[in-house]
């Protein structure tokens, strides 16, 4: 075990017996993978204007400028790895679940599927998924590979001859009822352990979440290079990437990343 003076004995410990644990992830897990976050400065949204890219208005008035920018998203994932935050989360949840009464779950703002990559098995994808697509006359959902997204017309069309679109959440959409419903119910049973790693915290339900853990009897823990006004709230705010923090705070074997499929 690397002992660092960030890391206090007490949240070491915390950490190795924790039965209940709920994680809220962001774009800050995977800046070390090479994938933009969305604000700071290399972040997308210092380019781009999100309503142009990532809102039902901006995808009808120009869907093929925000196919462009989904397509080279993704092509950017099949180029990059999770990283040793990604791997640790995947080694946490192993370890939880080997003790009496363990369980892991991670809300994920991210649509990169890094964290299932690095091999964590319960992950709810709070915001969809990068790779999977939708049909906007019939609302039918495509697994990757399932229709022509790459290679072929851009905007890619439904086999019911609509626009396919991202099936992720835009600006002004709201979060599907399953994923926020697999997190209540995960939350039901108090987690002792809440995990807050690279997110600006801004939106309501993602703060709601953690905040309810906290007065649940969680410790709640942040990390982010950055000061967020969740960290103030927190029991321990770590200022420092995920992907250095996180391996010292769990050490251990990594499970067996998976290829990215299709
Ligand atoms: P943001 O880009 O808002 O925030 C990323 C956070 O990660 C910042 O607080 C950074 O300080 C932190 N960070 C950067 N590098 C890090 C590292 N190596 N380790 C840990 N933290 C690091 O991304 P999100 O909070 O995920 O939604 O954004 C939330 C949502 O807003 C996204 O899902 C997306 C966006 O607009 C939609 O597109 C609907």
Known sequence: MINTPR???ALRDRVGEARRVFVITGAG???ESGVPTFRGKQGYWRNHN???LASPEGFARDPRLAWEWYLERRARLRRVEPNAGHRAL???ERQVEARPGGAMLIATQNVDGLHQRAGSRRVVEVHGSIMRTRCTRTGREFEEGEVTVEGGSVPPISPAGALLRPAVVWFGENVPLEPI????TFLEDPPDLALVIGTSALFGYIIA????????GATLVEINPQRTDLGGQAHYALQAPA???LPEL???ESPTESPITG
């Open 243 to 245: 992907g250095q923090v």
């Open 50 to 52: 999100p309503l142009d």
């Open 181 to 184: 419903g697999r997190i209540q």
């Open 7 to 9: 890391i206090p004995r």
């Open 90 to 92: 995947a080694r946490l």
């Open 209 to 216: 979440w953690a905040l309810n853990a906290k007065s649940d």
């Open 29 to 31: 897990i995977s800046a």
């Open 250 to 252: 769990i050490p251990g």
